[in-house]
T-cell receptor, first 113, second 115 residues
Framework: AQSVAQPEDQVNVAEGNPLTVKCTYSVSGNPYLFWYVQYPNRGLQFLLKYITGDNLVKGSYGFEAEFNKSQTSFHLKKPSALVSDSALYFCAVRDMLTGKLIFGQGTELSVKP | DTGVSQNPRHKITKRGQNVTFRCDPISEHNRLYWYRQTLGQGPEFLTYFQNEAQLEKSRLLSDRFSAERPKGSFSTLEIQRTEQGDSAMYLC?????????????FGSGTQLSVL
């Protein structure tokens, strides 16, 4: 069965500092990995995806993610955090047969001024 | 095109009542998904449609839950005899035809509170 895990329930970062939100995956075959962000009382917004190619994927709002096959990880990163980045972040793997996304439990990012 | 639309945004009901939610996907998206999200958790897959065919149902979808997509466009999710444990955010998502690795587009969800 495919799954992703987000080991941190919460990440706290000072504005202007780099941030990392961790994700590890377990799949058979090639993984198709995604990051989504959720603001309060809103649906999920797509940030970026890894399908194949470069291990460093660039996405929306200055976010990027690094795919590491040997460590089965797909960590989300941003060089300089903004207060407005505070939200819930979800890592997900896509089932290639049905296209459904299988989500991690989420990480709450808090960026303080 | 205004994205995936879900109605209502909020629903408060008494235990034992039936409720129905509606999802309008992005036009021409042939894949439609329903998810349930409880506070502090990631979205959990409920069911999946390709056009009007319901191709997968999670074991989370008890016999009190039923989903339809009669003409391959909008979809409805009905919960019969609601229980307090059904209180959650119900999310709908759609994705385009023929692109299995394309992203899912999510609606803003329907927040259900069962009293």
């Amino acid at each position: 069965a495919q799954s992703v895990a987000q080991p941190e329930d919460q990440v706290n970062v000072a504005e202007g500092n780099p941030l990392t939100v961790k994700c590890t995956y377990s799949v058979s075959g090639n993984p198709y990995l995604f990051w989504y962000v959720q603001y309060p009382n809103r649906g999920l917004q797509f940030l970026l995806k890894y399908i194949t190619g470069d291990n460093l994927v660039k996405g929306s709002y200055g976010f990027e993610a690094e795919f590491n096959k040997s460590q089965t990880s797909f960590h989300l990163k941003k060089p300089s955090a903004l207060v407005s980045d505070s939200a819930l972040y979800f890592c997900a793997v896509r089932d290639m047969l049905t296209g459904k996304l299988i989500f991690g439990q989420g990480t709450e990012l808090s960026v303080k001024p | 095109d205004t994205g995936v639309s879900q109605n209502p945004r909020h629903k408060i009901t008494k235990r034992g009542q039936n409720v129905t939610f509606r999802c309008d996907p992005i036009s021409e998206h042939n894949r439609l998904y329903w998810y349930r999200q409880t506070l502090g958790q990631g979205p959990e897959f409920l069911t999946y449609f390709q056009n009007e065919a319901q191709l997968e149902k999670s074991r989370l979808l008890s016999d009190r839950f039923s989903a339809e997509r009669p003409k391959g466009s909008f979809s409805t999710l009905e919960i019969q005899r609601t229980e307090q444990g059904d209180s959650a955010m119900y999310l709908c998502a759609s994705s385009p035809r023929g692109q299995p690795v394309e992203k899912l587009f999510f609606g803003s969800g329907t927040q259900l509170s069962v009293l």
